[in-house]
């Protein structure tokens, strides 16, 4: 059963934008801290964003900080990362994923227990 559900991937040239959202099924959205991370090929996943449950504070990894926003409605159990300046060493897959409810995660990958499929994100020069 899939409960995330990654969209808005695609092509784009280097300093362009795009768009991802993340539908979510889960139980107690809006109580779970979110994330964004990417994998390119050959590398390991690596961290993105996170957005936490309470107060919706963000963090991010130094190599978007400043070009990407991660954001969160909670009215509609939905996941977004708008994605500005993108260069071609963001081309990945980029995966949601959410947390324990409760759980303030941050960016390592054992914090998160739901994924969803990932969306291909491809930045050409």
């Known amino acids: 059963q899939v409960r995330l559900l990654e969209s808005g991937g695609g092509l784009v040239q280097a300093g362009g934008s795009l768009t991802l959202s993340c539908g979510t099924s889960?139980?107690?959205?809006?109580?779970?801290?979110m994330g964004w991370f990417r994998q390119a090929p050959g590398k390991e996943r690596e961290f993105v964003a996170t957005i936490v449950y309470i107060g919706g504070r963000t963090y991010y990894a130094d190599s978007v900080k400043g070009r990407f926003t991660i954001s969160r409605n909670n009215a509609k159990n939905t996941l977004s990362l708008l994605m500005n300046s993108l260069k071609p060493e963001d081309t990945a897959v980029y995966y949601c994923a959410a947390s324990p409810p409760y759980s303030t995660s941050g960016s390592a990958e054992h914090q998160y227990n739901i994924w969803g499929q990932g969306t291909q994100v491809t930045v050409s020069s």
């Open positions: 889960v139980q107690d959205f809006s109580k779970r801290t």
